[in-house]
């Protein structure tokens, strides 16, 4: 009998359900903050915990434990080089959900779910360069004057030529129904 065993179920079978809450635990340690519906954050708030406490004390028992959830070998080491000692001082509470509203779509609760504490990337601060000060080119012209004034214009007209690239001719695009109509009428499919 199943009586008071309760979990959140999510409606899914049991793998489906494990994957969910995996996939979830890993795109947590990756991005530290990922928008989901209520029940899904609560779901996977209890597995995350309890990784971040396996990744306080470092141990292989402990990484191997966090390998069966995480599956990847980086986020392992991740989550015990990074997320772990960043936590090494609270007792429980690792993660927090914040409620945004409703999905528009099926009216469903929407919430974040973040670590509490949350490492911020330095973004480095560039320094504008100096605009330097660009002279204009001048076009060369040809020193020598060519003898004969019409193979001159030919050679213009062949830099012109090469300088030049013809534009791409443009096929009309097919609309949807036409590429269908080509499937259908086939020569070998009427008898």
Do not use: C
């Amino acid at each position: 009998m199943r009586h008071k065993k309760s979990r959140h179920q999510l409606n899914r079978f049991t793998s489906w359900h494990k994957a969910t809450l995996n996939s979830m635990a890993r795109s947590i340690i990756i991005n530290q903050r990922i928008n989901t519906t209520l029940a899904k954050a609560k779901a996977a708030r209890t597995l995350i915990e309890n990784l971040i406490t396996l990744a306080k004390e470092n141990t292989l028992a402990n990484k191997r434990r966090a390998f069966r959830v995480l599956q990847d070998h980086k986020l392992v080491s991740l989550l015990f080089n990074d997320i772990g000692p960043r936590f090494k001082n609270r007792v429980g509470g690792y993660t927090r959900i914040l409620n945004l509203g409703v999905r528009r779509g099926d009216n469903a609760n929407i919430a974040i779910l973040e670590l509490s504490e949350i490492k911020k990337e330095e973004k480095k601060t560039v320094k504008p360069e100096k605009a330097k000060e660009v002279k204009p080119k001048q076009e060369k012209k040809p020193e020598t004057l060519p003898e004969n004034p019409q193979a001159g214009e030919k050679q213009e007209k062949k830099d012109e030529h090469v300088s030049e690239k013809p534009d791409a001719v443009k096929k009309p695009t097919k609309k949807f129904l036409g590429g269908l109509r080509g499937i259908f009428k086939k020569e070998r499919d009427s008898l």
